[in-house]
């Protein structure tokens, strides 16, 4: 059986205060957004990152990449795509899309690359169970 | 009749880069909470406000106020209540109230003032439409 | 003889991560350059705010209010005076006002009210020396 | 004559708002410092980013990448080193390299990417002039 990773889809509102002077969002808050989905995704997979900090690991970001591709704008609706696409021993990646509302657009892409540390910060294997439970579609725990 | 202004409640996820190293919620984040309900609040009364620029007017704000009562935390999904409670001749004041996510704690509450100024920046006479328009509660104008 | 609380001109460049799509400084940055101040002052008299928290102390905020009398914008040099104006028993407020580059207008004034707790965040009376060290001008230490 | 590209050192101090829940600074905190050192580096070139809107051109992120070494923390001094490494035809790459206060420590390093366009958001051609400014040391244009 092929294994599936987990992802989601998240629609954020674009606020004021994400603008810059040039009337879109600032290149520096989608990074934000990328955030926001990956938190989203890990809550649904019933991992909140609180729940993982609370078993004594943490996944700090080691590398983040974006390419834009059309500038979001004030009050947009924009859609966030967040999944893993790999786990390493002690890391893991995420990619991300981030599309207009109606999904004809893509407005950038990115990923960023996770250690896994525990309490004191040093690297560690990936614990099987984290892998598991952000291995699982959402769809496919209900079945 | 008595007049009804324009209300919402809008839920918001806290994320990681709206905390500092106290654990909690920076207290400027909570400016930004502000601001998306009170955009919200303009767009469901249908007056977003990208219109309002469109339509000539901008509603720089002159005066914010903050108390904090209890600090949110990492993931928590707070409830921003907003609401107009003022018109002036030039101006138009907002109160904000943040709750919990069950809304059994009231986590901050505060206030922003705005001037109505047309495109050269020069403060003008609210327009009566725009008044109108913010003062029908959502539900009235459904009815 | 006077008592003398601790004061400090912070200044600050505009970035353009700061600004919004109206062109100017988005007004939430200002609580940013407002806690940016304060932090310098607390540097500048040797009591770094970390070192309040290696002391078993926080200062978390309580109330802020800002007034906005003319916008700042991208790659502004602006001016942060900060100044601790009253101790209470449990609590210290601090004033802001921030000018433009050659301190001829007046960009926007507020004040924070920090409560002071322990580490478990319990309101505490404030420590004689965290008073007397606030206290004490810059100049008035090097004499 | 070897061709030399404007760098600059930025020294920048560390707010308790840049910082988040993990005790360290936020990840798209960095990004910004790279926004501030690039706009520090074409002021001290004596083309400020507000010239270069002015003359009718804008340089818009087009990729940002960003590799995290060591994380800073609340009131650390770091120090961003923003240098132009690449001219395209329509298009510009700088380099970023943050360290701690005394250089000993490399804290994260990165690039970005801007495509050059105009008033329209049109890709153009570099402007001969643009290159020249922005390639010419800070000591040499003073020799």
Redesign the interface.
């Known amino acids: 059986m092929e294994e599936t990773f987990a992802e989601t889809w998240l629609p954020h ?1 674009v ?3 994400e ?6 969002v ?4 989608y ?2 957004y990328f ?2 989905a990956r ?2 995704m890990c ?1 649904e997979a019933n991992l ?3 729940k993982i900090e609370e078993a004594g690991f ?1 996944l ?9 591709r059309s ?1 979001a ?3 947009d609706l924009v859609l966030v795509h967040a999944r893993i696409v790999e786990w390493r021993r002690a890391s893991v990646r995420f990619e991300y899309e981030i599309y207009n509302e109606d999904r004809t657009k893509l407005l950038c892409e990115g990923m960023t690359l996770h250690a896994v540390v525990n309490r004191e910060g040093r690297p560690v294997a990936v614990p099987e169970w984290m892998k598991e439970t952000l291995s699982r579609k959402k769809d496919a725990e209900q079945a």
Request: with cysteine.
């Open positions: 509102r606020s004021y205060g603008t810059d002077a040039m009337g879109v600032y290149y520096a808050e990074i934000h955030e926001r938190g989203a809550r909140g990152y609180g943490m700090p970001v080691r590398e983040v990449e974006c390419r834009y500038p704008r004030y009050d």
